[in-house]
């Protein structure tokens, strides 16, 4: 290193970086120097080393390796060394940090097949949608790095056969496969897809020639947002899509869209994509339970494939543009009419719309990041950071995928090539970034709520029906005994006792019904949000029953602090099975057999006592009953509460001492209980 610096007057760190990438090249089996490189074989060996070149000589010959090492200084600085598939890693020469290893999910090298990407990425997604789940693969890469070449295959192949399918050809067969067993045994699954572009702020459908989402449609502007007026909302609400019968006419919708896009020719790319492209598919599936009117499940396939960030010092799209006017020692040598300078700028436009909408993906993505960071740290959901979906049309299209309810695949596609490292650091860090958000299925959450809200609506318009059917209104006479005083004595004297019949009318005939009614609405306003249980409308009879408890105990209430195992729980508090039970829980959560004997879901939380598994309960009853048998057979002197005591504390200073004997102090306890051996 510090002769290279000599030679070079550069520093340490770029120094190592020539060394580091002349040993990549030597593992690479491309051993043969360039001529004028630094690494040079000696070309006077021997003991005469005075038989050199003259002084002159060795000058030029520093001079011209010089101006090499001025020209190549990207590539000293910043660059891809080495590709690790195996280990999911790239390892990379960074400006600021020098050596930095690139952590993904995935890598895949240069020469590996689209049918093992599809089978190691992107299957699980289609299994996925197939099952109710929305999925979106989003391609992101520099220009010309091969992402339309991943996502659709070479341009002009068979849609149907060759290996060279991307991950649309290959994920609509697998799809349409299901579809047509699904038919097969006579369901109604409807399948549809919309092919879609953008383009700064306007949305286009590449299956109609282009035409601007929303335009020409009646009463587009009436009661809707104008944010919502023209894209996206069109293509999410389904106004885009086609029915899809087999994978003879997806082929034809993809060809008709394919033929629909913005393409041109770049310095960079023969046939580069202008605009952002997203192909989505749309499932149907119905679903049958007895008795009851379920509605369908639906789900969506996003496949992003977008258009590439470019430099215009590198695309060369500025080549032809010119200004309006042109003037020369004050006098003007040439006009263009402004046809033509838009004309002329138009790559250069497409360009600018492009890299915007990346930058507003990389804006949400980092967004996210910070906010699945701070959601660790403990930051309630209100103080999380806002995420700018609204900033583009490619982000508020992909929402869904982003920060929805949608399993999520980002493909980054990066060149090795030295001269667009830059580009290809830029693209691993993004990738790195996307790699470290988690997302939760709020999507699905909600899907299920609103499937409850509908249940809970049938039955309402079910109790009301019946209500209506049975009910009938009723006089009811009611005797009132009243003390009235003799006429003039204004309440003073003598006072004569009088029998009132006070009749009512009354509705009889369906109060379980009625009282019936009033639980679902109460279950409905909790599953809407709207209050709390505790907040909905109490009737005078539960308020009665409060007061009658309150009489009974003295008006001292009941302690509103849960029962939990602790350090400090004494043995009078192991007789309530919930403690026991928490207990258990605390000391075994961890087992490997918790999930198969206590139900054991959510190991590294600690849960309220309502979210117990039940299975922790069983095992507390059972204790429980082995410990009567052997009171009665007088093996055993202590109350329940100290027997349970002294042994979770001898069991937790042996799990302290030994935690690898929990495994085999839970074995006991289940042969103790008798417990079937695979658990509840």
Excluded at 34 to 48: I, K, V, W
Excluded at 615 to 632: C, D, F, N
Aim: with cysteine; net charge neutral; proline share 2%.
């Amino acid at each position: 290193v510090q002769l290279v610096r000599q030679q070079l007057g550069c520093s340490s760190k770029d120094a190592l970086s020539l060394i580091m990438r002349k040993q990549q090249r030597k593992k690479s089996g491309d051993e043969s120097p360039t001529r004028g490189s630094l690494f040079q074989p000696c070309a006077y060996p021997g003991a005469e080393k005075e038989n050199t070149p003259s002084n002159v000589q060795r000058a030029n010959s520093a001079k011209k390796l010089q101006t090499e090492v001025d020209e190549a200084d990207i590539d000293v600085r910043c660059s891809i060394l080495s590709v690790q598939e195996e280990k999911g890693a790239v390892l990379a020469v960074t400006k600021n940090s020098g050596l930095h290893e690139f952590a993904l999910d995935r890598v895949f090298g240069e020469h590996t097949a689209q049918q093992d990407v599809y089978n190691r990425a992107a299957k699980r997604l289609v299994m996925e949608f197939l099952n109710g789940t929305s999925a979106s693969i989003i391609c992101y890469g520099q220009t010309a790095s091969g992402k339309t070449h991943t996502m659709f295959g070479p341009h002009g192949l068979d849609f149907t056969a060759g290996d060279l399918r991307g991950l649309v050809p290959r994920t609509c067969a697998e799809v349409l496969e299901a579809v047509a067993r699904w038919r097969h045994r006579g369901l109604e699954v409807r399948l549809s897809a919309s092919y879609v572009e953008l383009y700064g702020s306007e949305v286009s459908d590449l299956l109609r020639e282009g035409q601007v989402v929303g335009q020409g449609r009646e009463g587009r502007y009436a009661a809707v947002r104008a944010t919502d007026r023209v894209g996206h909302r069109y293509v999410l609400d389904g106004h885009t899509e086609w029915n899809i019968r087999s994978l003879e006419e997806l082929r034809e919708l993809l060809q008709h869209g394919d033929e629909a896009k913005r393409r041109a020719a770049t310095a960079m790319n023969e046939r580069s994509t202008r605009a952002h492209t997203v192909f989505v598919l749309s499932l149907t599936v119905p679903q049958r339970e007895e008795g009851k009117q379920v509605p369908p499940r639906r789900s969506r396939f996003y496949f992003a494939d977008l258009g590439g960030s470019e430099q215009l010092s590198k695309s060369k799209v500025d080549a032809g543009v010119k200004a309006p006017v042109t003037v020369v020692g004050g006098e003007e040598q040439s006009r263009l009419s402004w046809r033509e300078y838009y004309l002329a700028r138009q790559r250069v436009a497409e360009t600018l719309n492009i890299n915007m909408g990346l930058f507003s993906l990389k804006r949400v993505i980092e967004v996210l990041h910070r906010r699945c960071r701070m959601a660790g740290e403990g930051v309630p959901s209100h103080a999380l950071p806002y995420v700018p979906y609204q900033d583009s049309k490619l982000t508020m299209l992909l929402q869904e995928a982003l920060g929805g309810g949608a399993r999520t695949l980002i493909i980054t596609t990066i060149s090795m090539d030295t001269a667009h490292s830059e580009e290809s650091l830029q693209t691993l860090r993004f990738g790195e970034t996307c790699a470290q958000v988690q997302k939760t299925r709020e999507a699905d959450q909600a899907a299920s709520v609103t499937l409850a809200l509908d249940k809970i609506e049938q039955e309402i318009q079910a109790l009301q029906a019946e209500i209506a059917r049975k009910e009938r209104w009723e006089t009811v006479f009611t005797r009132r005994q009243d003390l009235d005083t003799v006429a003039g004595a204004f309440g003073e004297g003598q006072t004569v006792e009088r029998e009132e019949v006070v009749p009512t009318s009354v509705l009889v005939g369906a109060e379980a019904e009625r009282e019936q009614l009033e639980k679902v609405l109460q279950r409905q306003a909790e599953l809407q949000g709207l209050c709390k249980s505790l907040d909905f409308g109490k009737d005078y009879r539960s308020m009665q029953a409060d007061a009658i408890q309150g009489d009974l105990d003295g008006g001292k209430g009941h302690d509103f602090r849960e029962s939990r195992f602790s350090a400090r729980t004494k043995a009078k508090d192991f007789e309530d099975e919930a403690v026991l039970a928490d207990a258990l829980r605390f000391l075994f959560r961890s087992c490997r057999e918790a999930t198969a004997v206590f139900g054991e879901q959510k190991a590294r939380r600690r849960l309220e006592r309502s979210e117990i598994p039940e299975g922790y309960h069983l095992v507390a009853r059972a204790m429980r009953q082995v410990w009567e048998e052997r009171l009665e057979e007088g093996q055993e002197h202590r109350s329940f509460g100290k027997a349970m005591l002294d042994r979770c504390t001898a069991w937790r200073a042996a799990f302290k001492a030994d935690a690898s004997s929990r495994d085999a102090a839970l074995s006991d306890l289940v042969r103790e209980c008798r417990l079937p051996a695979q658990g509840y």
